[in-house]
T-cell receptor
């Protein structure tokens, strides 16, 4: 069993929809949580970076972490065709051990 | 600031050959990590270098190695290439002691024939 699980999708939504992307994890040592967006033939781009439980909002993006349930989410409001990409969750155990553990990614398509 | 740069962007090699990939981190970042991305396994951590020293290593065979130079630029080397080494190799730059966010380069697409 992988330490980080993510539904690979694909997920197709109409423009303007609210998108919910999720990951679960098994190791309670994870303390830092990230969401990356990866366009085709590009490297991952950091979208959100959070520590511990709670919500963080940045524009149309909201990251949510529930450490008690070992569950993290990314919400995209008013989705745009330019949001079409693969979204990767990632997490890290502690400062000093910087290697990231990634989900497999969810491919999102926003239909105009 | 310029982002993370990786060269070359594409490589085609044959089994048994070796390959060297290069990464230049964001100016001022001293930590460089390497990841392998494949459709089956996703992104997997290879190793991290900080101040010319390997600080952390993933679960890959010894054919995968790396180094870092005094200017923080890093190289990774894969010897005796196998078909399964075909992947996107990504380099991530981090400002240790700061936010510890990792910023990725565009990757090098390696195809082994």
């Amino acid at each position: 069993q992988k330490e980080v699980e993510q539904d690979p999708g694909p997920l197709s939504v109409p423009e303007g929809a609210i998108v919910s992307l999720n990951c679960t994890y098994s190791n309670s040592a994870f303390q830092y949580f990230m969401w990356y967006r990866q366009y085709s033939r590009k490297g991952p781009e950091l979208l959100m970076y959070t520590y511990s439980s709670g919500n963080k909002e940045d524009g149309r993006f909201t990251a949510q972490v529930d450490k008690s349930s070992k569950y993290i989410s990314l919400f995209i409001r008013d989705s745009q065709p330019s949001d079409s990409a693969t979204y990767l969750c990632a997490m890290r155990k502690q400062t000093g051990a910087n290697n990231l553990f990634f989900g497999t990614g969810t491919r999102l398509t926003v239909i105009p | 600031k310029a982002g993370v740069t990786q060269t070359p962007r594409y490589l085609i090699k044959t089994r048994g050959q070796q390959v060297t990939l290069s990464c230049s981190p964001i100016s001022g970042h001293r930590s460089v990590s390497w990841y392998q991305q494949t459709p089956g396994q996703g992104l997997q951590f290879l190793f991290e270098y900080f101040s010319e020293t390997q600080r952390n290593k993933g679960n890959f065979p010894g054919r995968f190695s790396g180094r870092q130079f005094s200017n923080s630029r890093s190289e990774m080397n894969v010897s005796t290439l196998e078909l399964g080494d075909s992947a996107l190799y990504l380099c991530a730059s981090m400002n240790s002691g700061g936010s510890n966010e990792q910023f990725f380069g565009p990757g090098t697409r390696l195809t082994v024939l």
